[in-house]
Structures are given as structure tokens and as C-alpha cells.
């Protein structure tokens, strides 16, 4: 048996050595995609029985009632492997969207085809434009293609696609556009997404992630499906994780050209939806009542949350998502600590460049209940009060 001499490890110092080596120290500097808190980490953590999870916007209704029990019933096929394809998904919600088939490309959540996208479309030196702040993946993906990150400042907490557009240069070649924005939960209108697509380049592919599409009332919002026959350069990015409440099974979806699709389907690994995830979107698909009792769900979360939190005089920005991002000044990150040892987990919003603000998913009504509550105990218990959350 050998014996290992731990005294000869390489320091650290050595070992970073090694990675300016292989040429991938920029990647090394990357600052990784850091998730919110689960609710076993938090029950033992804190020594806790009771965990009210609003930080990563999922569907606190669960999966449709016809998802697990079409779980349940693929269960005992696991030995094989999925549909590589995803055939049957394909062809249901092509038929839902009004689209062919080959328009559709299928990812381990939609995060995976953002990835794809930046693995085919960026090179060393190339450049995608984003909001600052919106979705973290972006910059992330686009980092480690080894191309820049072009930010531009949200305008009244939205998008500015007129300064993005703007923003446009020779190396430019990809441009994200979250809509509802994560996490300002704010949309851009279908005016300023027409202009939008007149004034840039066709040589450049705008991403449109529409991961809380479902959510959203303003009719002001785009039919982005429907700009897909004038517009060869746009793909759609959705997710079953959110409305569908499927986010501990990952499964997201693109839509565009049959071009753009064959080319990320040359990345895409084979066998990136496991066929319990592709049985369980399919049942979601057709569960309607699901879908509407969600919808019901987070319009009169929203309702209780802006009249408690006008109440209580804290600024928040009003949403189409199923989240709300609310200020609270300096004391933000230390009463997002509080709530969490009281079971109450919420999204600082630090790495997006907002300190003084958190992000919570709008929960039942006793979770919302609970939420307030806290928040107001907490507040209340400091010498500053209210009057500096905004």
C-alpha cells in the first residue's frame, strides 16, 4: 500500500503556478454563480424545523399534480437512457407555440443554452452586450469563452435597449436580453423591441431569456415567437423551472431558427434532459388549471406585498415576475442575515451590484405572512427605524 508524504503537496502558490500554466489563469479569476441557500443547508445550519425558502423564484405550489404522477410512472424505466431528442416534449410544445419542430432546442435548464450559445458564438476577444444589473449568467458564460462583457446601466430599473444598441461595435456579437430583467422583475415593451431589432446589425444574435414569460400582464409586453419570421438573428430562451415548478429537474427550452438550432444542437450533450424531466414537462404542458392557479398565486402575492410594504414605507420596484426587489439601504445585507437565522431565506442582491436592496419570491399567502412580518420586526428593532430603506 502506498503511503503519501502530504509534507510534499504543492503549496498553493504551486499549484496556481500550474494553472498560468495551462494558460487559464483568466478563468481561474471567474467569480462562479453562487445559488441560494437550500432549505435542509438552512434547517441545519440554524438548528431550524420550519424554512421558508424566497430566494430563487420557484413555484411554491410544487409541480403539477399530472408531473408526478407522470414521475411516477417513468420511474421504472431509469435503466435506460432519455430520449436524446426529446421527441414527444418537441413535438407537444411545438404544436402549444405555433412553431416547427427543428425551431426548438431543449437544455438542463435554460441556463445550459445560454452556455451553448457563448461556446459557439464567442471567441477570444469577442464581445456580448448585457444589463447591469441582469441575470449573472451571462457574464459568467461569456467570461469563459474568454470574450468581453459589455455592460450597460439599466435606466429607471429597466433595460435601455436604445444605449445597448448603441453599444454595438465590430467585435459585438451577441447581445442578452432579460425580459422580465432578473432581477428588477421590469419588462422592455414590443415598441422598443421592434425598434430595437431594426437598428442592430443582423450579423448579431439577440438573446430574449424569457424564463418568467408567464407571469407577466402588461400587454405591452412582446410576442417575441411571433418576431421570429421577420427576424433570423433572435433566439427565445423559456424554462420549466419557474411557473412549471420543475426547477429540481432542469429543463428549459430555446426557440429560433432552424439554423441557429442546428448549430447548438452540435454542442448540446446528448442526453442533457433525463427522461424523468421530459415526462414531467410534457404532463405540465397540458395542466392549464396549474399553470392559472400559479398565475392567481403570485397577482395576489403582489397585491399583499406593495400594500404592506407601502405600509411600512419601503421602496421596492413593482414587477412582472414572481419576484420583488426591494431596498432597505445599508442594512440590507445584515437584515437579509437576520431573516435567515429567523428561517426566512431571501436573495441578497450584492452580486449584482445592489447592496442596499434583497429579491423575494412572492410565496402563499402564509409565507408572504411570515416575510412581512420578520422583515417588520427586524426593522422595527433597529434604532434607525424605517425612514432609511429608501
Known amino acids: ?192 423591441v421592434e425598434h430595437f431589432l431594426r437598428d442592430i446589425p443582423p450579423r448579431i444574435l439577440a438573446i430574449f431569456d424569457e424564463a418568467y414569460y408567464e407571469y407577466v400582464e402588461d400587454t405591452n409586453y412582446p410576442q417575441s415567437i411571433d418576431l421570429l419570421d421577420g427576424n433570423s438573428n433572435i433566439i427565445i430562451l423559456r424554462t420549466f423551472s419557474k411557473i412549471y415548478g420543475l426547477a429540481g429537474l432542469r429543463v428549459g427550452y430555446g426557440v429560433g431558427s432552424p439554423e441557429i438550432i442546428e448549430l447548438l444542437n452540435k454542442a448540446r450533450p446528448p442526453f442533457n434532459v433525463n427522461s424523468l424531466a421530459q415526462a414531467a414537462a410534457l404532463a405540465s404542458l397540458e395542466d392549464k388549471d396549474q399553470v392559472d392557479r400559479s398565475k392567481i398565486l403570485v397577482r395576489e402575492g403582489k397585491e399583499f406585498l406593495y400594500s404592506n410594504l407601502r405600509r411600512l414605507k419601503i421602496f421596492f420596484i413593482p414587477t412582472e415576475a414572481n419576484f420583488i426587489l426591494i431596498k432597505l439601504g445599508k442594512k440590507a445585507k445584515d437584515v437579509a442575515a437576520k431573516l435567515l437565522k429567523k428561517g426566512i431565506i431571501v436573495r441578497g442582491m450584492g452580486a449584482y451590484n445592489l447592496p442596499h436592496y434583497i429579491r423575494v419570491t412572492i410565496g402563499t399567502k402564509p409565507q408572504n405572512e411570515e416575510f412581512i412580518k420578520n422583515l417588520q420586526t427586524i426593522l422595527s428593532s433597529r434604532q434607525e427605524g424605517f425612514n432609511n430603506c429608501h
Open 1 to 192: 500500500m502506498k503511503i503519501i508524504n502530504y509534507k510534499k503537496r504543492k503549496s498553493a502558490s504551486e499549484r496556481y503556478e500550474f494553472l498560468l500554466g495551462q494558460g487559464i489563469s483568466d478563468i481561474y479569476k471567474i467569480k462562479a454563480y453562487q445559488p441560494g441557500k437550500p432549505i435542509e443547508e438552512v434547517k441545519r445550519e440554524f438548528e431550524l424545523k420550519n424554512v421558508i425558502k424566497l430566494a430563487s423564484n420557484e413555484n411554491p405550489l410544487g409541480p403539477s399534480p399530472k408531473a408526478v404522477e407522470a414521475i411516477r410512472g417513468y420511474a421504472s424505466k431509469i435503466n435506460f437512457y432519455p430520449d436524446g431528442g426529446s421527441y414527444y416534449l418537441k413535438k407537444a410544445l411545438g404544436e402549444k407555440l405555433g412553431v416547427k419542430e427543428n425551431s426548438i432546442i431543449f437544455g438542463n435548464g435554460s441556463d445550459e443554452i445560454v452556455s451553448l450559445i457563448t461556446r459557439i458564438f464567442l471567441q477570444k476577444g469577442d464581445e456580448a452586450i448585457m444589463g447591469d444589473p441582469s441575470f449573472l449568467m451571462y457574464k459568467i458564460d461569456t467570461q469563459l469563452s474568454r470574450a468581453n462583457v459589455a455592460s450597460v446601466p439599466l435606466k429607471s430599473f429597466r433595460l435601455d435597449l436604445s444605449e445597448m444598441s448603441k453599444a454595438v461595435g465590430p467585435k459585438t456579437k451577441l447581445i442578452f436580453i432579460s425580459n422580465p430583467n432578473n432581477p428588477t422583475g421590469t419588462i422592455i415593451t414590443q415598441d422598443e
